[in-house]
C-alpha cells in the first residue's frame, strides 16, 4: 500500500470466492486505486492511494545469505549495506515491525541466492523459500515523514 497523509479506508470485500484471480479482477473493478498481477504462483497487489514510486521497485544487486529464518532473512536483505543505500536514495525510513517470535521452517538452514533484480522480486522469493509466506508493505508519505514497514503473514 502506498499512501499520503489520509487514513486509508477499507472497502467492502466481495464475497469469498474460489479462485484468486476473479476475487482480485472484482476488487480491482470495485476499487480504482487497487492493481494486481500472477506471475507464477506469485500475486502482487497494489494499492496505490499517492502518486510515489513503490520503493520495492529500486534495483538491487545480488545478494546470498545463508538463514534459518524469514525474519533473519528478511532483516539481512534490508541491512545489507547496498539496498540501505537504495532504500535511503528514495529518502524513506524503515520502521521495525515486530510482534512476536513465529519462525516459518526454523531449524533449517536456507542458503538464498538473490539474483541482481527489485526489491519486490528478493522479497517474493523469500516468500515462496519458507513457503507460503505473504508480504505487505506499507509506504506512507505524509509531509516531511516517509517512512516503509514490511511485514510477512504465514498461511
Not at 74 to 100: C, H, S, W, Y
Not at 125 to 145: M, V, Y
Request: glycine letters at 6%; one cysteine or more; charged letters at 25%.
Amino acid at each position: 500500500m502506498i499512501s499520503g497523509c489520509d487514513v486509508p479506508v477499507a472497502k467492502d470485500v466481495p464475497s469469498k470466492s474460489e479462485n484468486i484471480d476473479i476475487t482480485l479482477a472484482a476488487m480491482a473493478q470495485k476499487e480504482g486505486h487497487l492493481t494486481w498481477t500472477k506471475s507464477g504462483m506469485a500475486y502482487t497487489v497494489t494499492i496505490q492511494l499517492a502518486q510515489s514510486r513503490s520503493v520495492t521497485s529500486v534495483k538491487l544487486p545480488a545478494l546470498q545469505m545463508k538463514v534459518k529464518t524469514l525474519s533473519e532473512a528478511t532483516d539481512t536483505l534490508l541491512q545489507a549495506p547496498a539496498v540501505r543505500d537504495r532504500i535511503a536514495d528514495t529518502k524513506m525510513t524503515e520502521v521495525a515491525e515486530n510482534f512476536g517470535f513465529t519462525s516459518l521452517n526454523e531449524g533449517k538452514t536456507h542458503n538464498i541466492d538473490l539474483p541482481a533484480g527489485t526489491l519486490r522480486e528478493d522479497l517474493n522469493l523469500l516468500a515462496t523459500t519458507f513457503g507460503a509466506a505473504i508480504w505487505k508493505l506499507d509506504q506512507r508519505e505524509c509531509g516531511n515523514s516517509r517512512t516503509i514497514r514490511i511485514s510477512w503473514i504465514a498461511k
